[in-house]
């Protein structure tokens, strides 16, 4: 991959500046592919985006506890292998408010990946979930280190 779609350029953030929001995102691989769901279009974050799931940390939660309960309540699967991916921080619109991603791979889980909040969700291969129009900057971002990473 010779250019980069998705440069990625962490926020300048202050010294001590806490991110007002944490979140743990999945990206879920099986046999190649990549599950990815799209937001709704009344999203206040990223609406109509394909994303990554996952989603904001509770009060006292870790990361990966949080990714084990969100993709139980979006998708119905129990994790049982996930792996730290990486840790982004981005100031999202609206407000410009400093958000950080705790991104994991999942390989294994239990239960059948379904959506159970009324989102669309897709199996693709990488170099289409790449190609895709639409695609959320950050999780495009993740996919081509995914892919580098590969070899």
Do not use: N
Not at 89 to 113: I, K, M
Request: aromatic share 6%; with cysteine.
């Amino acid at each position: 991959m010779s250019a980069r779609r998705f440069p990625y350029h962490a926020p300048a953030v202050g010294a001590g500046e806490r991110p007002e929001r944490e979140t743990a995102d999945a990206l879920l691989l099986r046999a190649g592919e990549v599950l990815l769901e799209r937001r709704p279009d009344d999203a206040r974050v990223a609406p109509g985006l394909w994303d990554s799931p996952g989603g904001h940390l509770e009060p006292g939660e870790t990361p990966a506890q949080a990714l084990a309960r969100e993709l139980a309540e979006e998708l119905g699967i129990t994790v049982t292998a996930a792996e730290p991916f990486a840790i982004l921080d981005e100031r999202e619109e609206p407000g410009a408010r400093l958000r950080r991603h705790h991104v994991f791979v999942v390989r294994a889980w239990s239960g059948e990946a379904r959506s159970l909040e009324g989102r669309r969700i897709a199996w693709l291969g990488l170099g289409k979930a790449l190609a895709l129009e639409g695609l959320h900057p950050l999780c495009g971002w993740c996919l081509e280190e995914l892919v580098l990473s590969r070899g």
